[in-house]
């Protein structure tokens, strides 16, 4: 990706602990430039469908989504994405603490692109949280 393109990660997550960790991780990982977080779900639908029309990707490559979230819930905030033609091809990874076979199940059949429980270990979480937004950014960084 050339460098005049920063990779744009929205991040959704309530939890100022559990942000605060994906941020660090996405930093030690190099892939904080274009990093923008939101703390609950009605801040999130107000970045991705401005002044309340269709949906805006922007330079939006990749959304980190935890599921348990204020006012408007993760779930919720999946669907409107998946539903709308600008937003439906942005991958959507959920990070979240709940491994509920039906929070899952859910996610998945809404068109999550993947689900992953929060590992407790720092290290793994870090690991993790970079393994998965390079993954993503590189599979997605045709998209124009």
């Not at 997550?13 to 009605?42: I, Y």
């Not at 091809?89 to 999550?112: A, F, H, M, N, Q």
């Not at 992953?116 to 720092?122: D, R, S």
Request: proline share 6%; glycine share 8%.
């Amino acid at each position: 990706m050339p460098a005049s393109q920063p990779e744009e990660i929205l991040l959704i997550e309530d939890n100022s602990c559990d942000a605060e960790m994906t941020v660090w991780a996405l930093e030690k990982n190099q892939l904080s430039r274009g990093l923008h977080r939101v703390k609950d779900g009605a801040e999130a639908l107000s970045f991705l469908f401005p002044q309340g029309g269709p949906g805006s990707a922007g330079g939006l490559k990749a959304v980190l989504l935890d599921i348990k979230l204020p006012l408007v819930d993760g779930i919720e905030v999946l669907k409107r994405m998946k539903s709308d033609p600008e937003l439906k091809l942005v991958p959507v990874i959920i990070l979240t603490s709940s491994s509920e076979p039906k929070d899952r199940e859910v996610c998945y059949s809404l068109g999550v692109n993947s689900y992953v429980v929060k590992p407790l270990e720092f290290e793994e979480f870090v690991s993790t949280v970079g393994l998965l937004a390079r993954y993503w950014l590189k599979v997605n960084c045709s998209r124009g």
